[in-house]
């Protein structure tokens, strides 16, 4: 019953700020220009939402590819880095390094070796968003205990045996929590290389809008990125209560 409460107020929060939002812009008299009211971009949500549509696919599509790939890049080089401290001290430098580059600068890269449309959109999203997950899946390995691994070994356990059966579950906790931010970055990745190098996406609608200084239709557009990384949040989390249950204190609450 306590948790009901607290979901019913959270809920009731949430739109009471779109309710303050709405009557402050009628009260001040707020431009669209400057700001439209949610009532407005609701209704350009619904009258585009022939148009919206196949951006939003193109967006979404483009942005789970990227993650995808951002996933398995970061699951390898973070098993990498967290067995083998002479990859750690390699790797891990270019890595920082890489991550301190704006990606804004890389997509006119990629742009140059792929030309514009999908594939810049795809890399762009790859890189900004498999560090997270590089950083926490070897974080989690380098944490198993040593004595843990002293007495498999002394099973007779293989180093891959130790990795599979102890390090990898291990690291659920940290994967988990990895993917709810990386898949967050990925959309950023994807609208980035969007409005510079696609004629397709979301991205690509909340430029021409801007430029058509049509403000609603830009709210939209970040109305449905937030949209779409709430759900894609909202699904990992509830993997991750799945999955990794067992790391989770439970918490009694009195009814």
Request: charged share 10%; glycine share 8%.
């Amino acid at each position: 019953m306590e948790r009901v409460r607290q979901r019913l107020f959270a809920v009731l929060l949430i739109v009471g700020f779109f309710a303050a939002w709405e009557v402050l812009c009628v009260a001040l008299g707020v431009s669209d220009l400057i700001l439209p009211r949610p009532s407005q971009i609701l209704a350009t949500l619904i009258a585009r939402a022939p148009v919206l549509w196949p951006h939003m696919l193109q967006t979404l599509g483009t942005t789970m590819l990227g993650f995808a790939l951002g996933v398995l890049t970061g699951l390898v080089i973070g098993a990498v880095i967290g067995v083998s401290r002479l990859a750690y001290d390699t790797a891990y430098p270019l890595l920082i390094g890489f991550s301190s580059i704006p990606k804004v600068a890389v997509v006119p890269i990629f742009v140059l070796w792929f030309g514009s449309g999908t594939v810049p959109a795809v890399l762009t999203s790859l890189v900004i968003c498999f560090f997270p997950i590089v950083v926490n899946i070897a974080t989690g390995l380098a944490t198993t205990e040593p004595e843990l691994e002293d007495v498999l070994k002394a099973l007779g356990a293989s180093k891959l045996d130790i990795l599979w059966n102890v390090g990898l579950p291990r690291t659920m906790p940290f994967f988990f929590a990895s993917l709810k931010v990386a898949v967050t970055y990925a959309f950023v990745g994807t609208v980035l290389a969007e409005t510079v190098a696609s004629n397709r996406g979301i991205g690509n609608v909340m430029m021409a809008a801007s430029s058509n200084f049509d403000v609603p239709l830009a709210f939209a557009g970040l109305f449905i990125l937030a949209g779409l990384g709430i759900a894609l949040y909202a699904a990992f989390s509830l993997v991750e209560a799945r999955v990794t249950g067992w790391a989770t204190r439970k918490r009694e609450i009195a009814v």
